[in-house]
């Protein structure tokens, strides 16, 4: 007879937690006592328009940024204190990456390999390849997806566990953002964990597990996919 015992369910591992996040600036405030949690191997979209507080919250994740209030950690250790330790398995995005004009795309990774200590460009090399980019281009001769997207292969460079990416889309066009899907849910399979900030809700909606809508600074709604 087949038994009608339940099996218990492991409990989830909460990665990243948020509680009671606030930043203010002098014009104004960045985030309002902002409280979430992102599990281990999730996949988190950030959700809302220009000055929601998207970029602000990934910023103080990243240790960018001092919140005013509130507490946050990245698998236990918080940003700032731990930043070393935390940069480690980490890797963020920002929107508006900076290249030296004549750099090529290898030579990034090659520059990015060295402040890291990672000895193989193999993973960088990887995500070059899936975008179709040269190693060998000057960066200042592709459009500017194309360099975010260069920007992205450093970011996974040394394989981090945890992606914190600010509005990597914003520039893509819909082959290289389909693509960019694509990898994202590569990473989604290998266990990584993810926080991606976008305006871009169809495509969130794809390669997402939850949403989290902010507006002026508060989180409105976290809705399941």
Known sequence: MQSLRKTKER?????????????????????????LEVEDGETLG?????????????GILAGFLKPTRGICSINGKVPGANQEAICRF???????????????????????????????????????????????????????????????????????????????????????QARFDELMLEEKARGTTILIASENFQDMERICDRMAFLRRGSLVNVDDV
């Open 11 to 35: 409990p989830k591992t909460v990665i990243i937690r948020m509680k009671n996040l606030s930043k203010e600036y002098k014009n104004g405030r960045g985030l309002l006592d902002l409280t």
């Open 46 to 58: 950030l959700m809302g328009p220009f000055g929601s507080g998207k970029s602000t919250l990934i």
């Open 90 to 176: 980490t890797g963020v995005l920002q929107p508006r990456m900076a290249f030296p004009r004549q750099m090529s795309a290898i030579d990034y990774l090659r520059f990015t390999a060295g402040i890291r200590g990672v000895k193989s460009l193999e993973r960088g090399l990887a995500v070059l390849e899936h975008f179709g980019i040269d190693p060998e281009l000057s960066l200042h001769r592709l459009p500017r997806g194309f360099r975010q997207m260069v920007g992205l292969a450093g970011v996974m460079l040394h394989g981090p566990v945890v992606l914190l990416l600010d509005e990597p889309d914003r520039y893509l066009d819909g082959m290289v």
